[in-house]
Antibody, heavy 119, light 108 residues
């Protein structure tokens, strides 16, 4: 069974940094594109970033490019999101998600980790 | 950038109804569209991929259609478990995915 477990969220002040992690199990992690998707409380979903199977390609939504860095360690079946210069508008639940069979739909999701940016 | 819109934003329906949600893309995305169901406090669940492919384990009352810029999700014979929010997502390029704003299906 596919399992994705995020961690690393919490309450941080504006301008601070945070590193989110997602540990995968139940599938061959190194063969899948992975994404981070966030959801502001009470609102819709926003794709944040994705990363190719071997980490050689990464892409970001415009609003986070330059502040967020997606990475992976296939030896540890782990996905990461380094978030710098946090802003109030980054407050959200962050989900990691697996891309389905090499396409961009996401068939497996973690439970999410909440990041709250507030002074 | 590709923008996605959904209509309606809220849909009130009764058990047994057939409901249709529309998703439109601002440019041609071929059939690179997925539909998700999300319930409060839970992660999204994939229902449909490549516009009309039914994800394994999803009931056959869910169906998707469309290509290019206009897509629909149809739920036949709405069940109590189907009251949720539905999102479309385009993935025409790995460099930019976009979700629609969502359609909440609630009880009439």
């Amino acid at each position: 069974e596919v399992h994705l477990v995020e961690s690393g969220g919490g309450l941080v002040q504006p301008g601070e940094s945070l590193r989110l992690s997602c540990v995968a199990s139940g599938f061959t992690f190194s063969e899948c594109w992975m994404s981070w998707v966030r959801q502001t409380p009470g609102t819709g979903l926003e794709w944040v970033a994705n990363i190719k199977e071997d980490g050689s390609e990464t892409y970001y939504v415009d609003s986070v490019r330059g502040r967020f860095t997606i990475s992976r360690d296939n030896t540890k079946n782990s996905l990461y999101l380094q978030i710098n210069s946090l802003r109030a508008e980054d407050t959200a639940v962050y989900f990691c998600a697996r891309a389905y069979q090499g396409s961009g739909s996401h068939d497996s999701w973690g439970q999410g980790t909440l990041v709250t940016v507030s002074s | 950038d590709i923008q996605m819109t959904q209509s309606p934003s809220i849909l009130s329906a009764s058990v047994g109804d057939t409901v249709t949600i529309t998703c439109r893309a601002s440019q041609n995305i071929n059939n690179w569209l997925a539909w998700y169901q999300q319930k409060p406090g839970k992660a999204p669940k994939l229902l449909i991929y490549t516009a009309s492919g039914l994800e394994s384990g999803v009931p056959s009352r869910f169906s998707g259609s469309g290509s290019g810029t206009e897509f629909t999700l149809t739920i036949n014979c709405l069940q109590p478990d189907d009251f949720a929010t539905y999102y479309c997502q385009q993935y025409s390029s790995w460099s930019l995915f976009t979700f629609g704003p969502g359609t909440k299906v609630d009880i009439k």
